[in-house]
């Protein structure tokens, strides 16, 4: 569904991303995982279109993202820390982006029900908790039932009971064959979700398995005792 | 498209700045006119107001805005929609928001007092001018990421359109007041959306007889109807090409 051929980029001096080719496909959900500054939110901002790359090209659905901006229907995002106007309720921005996507289908509710914003519309968003934010940004992005989910850091700033109600739906999601990709950096909240790993550092890609491949071939069981095993082996 | 216009023009209606500028701008027009007998002065009074003061509200509100919506801009395009529609949707909503409030506070008095033809010509350049304004903002906030900048950027802008450009002509005037550069002075006029509206608008008025040599090659040119068109054209440039400019830079930005 998506693939990404050298895709480089530079911030002045900073290489952020040095030739990553990667080929993610439908019925996945996929972890992106590496040291902060490794470049994983400038390879999600690159699919979306947020970061223009220097070098290289990404086509989603088979479209080439320079030339389109429809495939953005297929995506849902939720950003890291997510940034809303300050004046606007809940309720507006709810109902906003149901306005400017006007599709026919009706819109999936269920992760916002859940997340009881209904009985919050009326507060402005500059007055929200940061994991108030946090489930508005989780429910936009689950809003449209879109094929590909991008979730970065999805988890980080709700509480227990929230992230794990996030955690039944993306299970939902992945069920019905839909494409996830997730950055976190707490490994151990991802094990019971994730199918693939791909462990960026320094702009570069230094691995991309499953992960059934990762533990049998380091003879773990758990998926981060397997990830540092094998960054202790690259290292030495 | 409209959607999103129509959110951006809430967006700023909500915040209650707009509001006091329509309101000062009304009480500056109403008691211009209210306190001068002669609509002529009045009018005067009222060119030099607007001329500072628009331009300065447009340019420094609309940069602060644009700052703070990277967060709707970034929302904004996460979704299936054009770079260039969010950045031309923001450009209608502030210019749509600020013309409004200016026919409402300083055109409306101006039609009730004025003659009808200069209170026209004045409605349109204040309406040119918040769009030029606008559009400079636009392009301020577009070439450096740091706030401070952009808006310090903003206020260069305004100083220099609004006061230093005088000063510059005049120093220009004094030192070639031995030559015959009142033909260049039309051409320099052309330079400074601020300075050309205010010819214009003297030169609808009768006080254009008493400026001597100028002013009369000022009135034989800027009085005919050709000129006010020449004018109005200027002035559409001076909006869209500095938009243009900040289209194409936002088109390549990084956020």
Redesign the interface.
């Known amino acids: 569904m998506i693939e990404i051929n050298n895709l480089h980029k530079q ?1 002045g001096k900073l290489k952020a991303l040095n030739g990553i080719n990667l080929s993610l496909n439908q019925g996945e959900c996929i972890a992106l995982i590496g040291p902060n500054g490794c470049g994983k939110t400038t390879l999600i ?1 690159s699919i ?5 790359p220097t070098k290289g090209s990404i086509k989603v659905n088979g479209f080439n993202i320079e030339k389109t ?5 297929q ?1 849902g ?1 939720m ?1 890291q820390i997510g ?6 309720t809940i309720g507006q921005i709810i109902e ?2 149901k ?3 006007s599709t026919k289908r009706l819109p999936d509710e269920a992760l916002m029900n859940k997340f009881l914003l209904p009985g919050m519309l009326q507060q402005r968003m500059h007055a929200l908790s940061g994991g108030t934010t946090q489930k508005v940004s989780a429910s936009l992005a689950f809003l449209f039932d879109p094929a590909i989910f991008i979730l970065d850091e999805p988890t980080a700033g709700l509480d227990p009971l929230a992230a794990e109600t996030l955690k039944e739906k993306i299970i939902e999601e992945k069920e019905k064959g839909k494409l996830i990709l997730i950055t976190s950096h707490l490994l151990s909240e991802l094990d019971d979700l994730i199918t693939q790993i791909i462990f960026m550092q320094e702009g570069n890609v230094l691995f991309h398995l499953s992960v059934v491949e990762l533990l049998q071939s380091t003879g773990e069981i758990k998926i981060s005792k397997a990830i540092s095993n094998i960054l202790k082996n690259t290292k030495s | 498209m409209n ?2 216009v129509k ?1 951006v023009i809430l ?1 700023i209606l ?2 209650k700045i707009v509001l006091f500028y329509t309101l000062i701008l009304a009480v500056l027009s109403w008691s211009v006119f209210n306190l001068e007998d002669n609509s002529t002065k009045g009018i005067l009074s009222l060119l030099n107001v607007i001329l500072l003061t628009v331009p300065l509200v447009s340019v420094i509100f609309s940069c602060i805005y644009l700052y ?5 801009i ?10 260039t529609k969010i950045w031309f949707c923001l450009f209608i909503g502030l210019v749509f928001s600020f013309v409004l409030s200016f026919v409402i506070g300083a055109g409306l008095p101006l039609l009730v007092y004025a003659p009808f033809d200069v209170g026209l010509i004045m409605i349109l350049v204040g309406v040119f001018i918040t769009a030029i304004f606008v559009a400079l903002a636009f392009l301020s906030s577009v070439f450096t990421r740091d706030k401070a900048k952009g808006i310090g950027i903003a206020i260069m802008l305004w100083l220099f359109f609004a006061l230093l450009f005088d000063g510059m002509v005049l120093f220009l005037l004094f030192q070639f007041s031995d030559y015959p550069i009142e033909k260049l002075m039309v051409v320099l006029s052309a330079l400074n959306p601020i300075d050309l509206s205010r010819i214009l608008i003297l030169m609808h008025l009768d006080v254009s007889a008493m400026m001597g040599y100028t002013g009369a090659i000022f009135k034989h040119f800027f009085g005919t109807n050709l000129a006010i068109s020449i004018v109005f054209v200027i002035l559409l440039l001076w909006t869209i090409v500095p938009f243009l400019i900040s289209l194409i830079k936002f088109k ?4």
Do not use: C, H, T, W
């Not at chain 1, 901006?69 to 229907?73: A, H, I, S």
């Not at chain 1, 940034?83 to 606007?88: A, K, Q, S």
């Not at chain 2, 703070?68 to 709707?72: L, Q, R």
């Not at chain 2, 390549?252 to 956020?255: A, G, H, I, K």
């Open positions: 911030f901002k979306l279109g947020m970061v223009i901006n429809l495939y953005r229907e995506i995002y950003p940034r809303y106007p300050d004046n606007m906003m982006m306005e400017i996507r | 959607r999103i959110f967006d909500r915040n703070n919506s990277a967060e709707f970034e929302l904004m395009l996460s979704q299936p929609i054009k770079r390549r930005r990084d956020l």
